[in-house]
């Protein structure tokens, strides 16, 4: 995966796309190998994202500041209100109504996805994740949310994807990797199971 492919004519979306692109090469290539060596791909990670986040600060979406964002803005604001106070239906109207004045702006589109997915709207809050996601690529709560609505909706293989990006992003958090190896028993990040495997061939007992 060159760094070179992130070039200073590309388009916001085509350098977010780019960016997603490495992620998940990452990741399928952990996948092949049962995730042995995953938890060390921070390093690769980090040289990507320190090329991609001062292009991304360079070419990201600017709003103008017109009468279209204020009103997004306080759709957002009530929008907010009514998710802390637990009503969903009431801040989804809120933060669609925002997002379809102002479509750039990822925290609308995130908001949205929260409350969606609190309604059980699992399909249309993978929309709304894609799309945040599409906008702001190194959020590890958007790509964590995304993969809940996917596991929720039984689709195995991109919510594990969506978890180990998650895990990428924020390698702070091995919250992702538990879910990971619940959705895939296979999985061996630190090559453990096959150390307690010999170990157990060998003596008869586990090494832990």
């Known amino acids: 995966m060159a760094i070179i492919d992130f070039r200073e004519d590309m388009t916001f979306d085509e350098l977010c796309e780019t960016y997603i692109g490495k992620l998940k090469g990452i990741v399928e290539k952990a996948r092949k190998k049962k995730w042995q060596g995953f938890l060390q791909h921070g390093a690769s990670f980090k040289k990507i994202t320190d090329i991609f986040i001062p292009l991304y600060s360079q070419k990201k979406p600017r709003p103008k500041m017109d009468e279209d964002f204020e009103r997004a803005e306080t759709e957002f604001k009530l ?96 919250l992702p990797i538990k879910r990971i190896e619940a959705l895939d028993p296979s999985a061996n990040f630190s090559g453990r199971k096959r150390r307690q495997g010999i170990f157990s061939k060998l003596f008869g007992r586990s090494d832990s």
């Open 79 to 174: 929008g907010k209100k009514d998710y802390y106070q637990g009503k969903y239906r009431e801040a989804a109207e809120h933060f669609q109504n925002a997002a379809s004045l102002v479509s750039k702006r990822h925290s609308y589109h995130g908001f949205l996805g929260l409350a969606l997915k609190k309604m059980g709207s699992y399909d249309a809050a993978v929309k709304s994740f894609k799309t945040a996601i599409s906008l702001y690529p190194v959020s590890r709560d958007y790509w964590f949310n995304l993969g809940e609505c996917l596991e929720a909706l039984g689709v195995k293989s991109g919510a594990i994807e969506a978890y180990a990006i998650a895990y990428l992003v924020e390698p702070s958090d091995f």
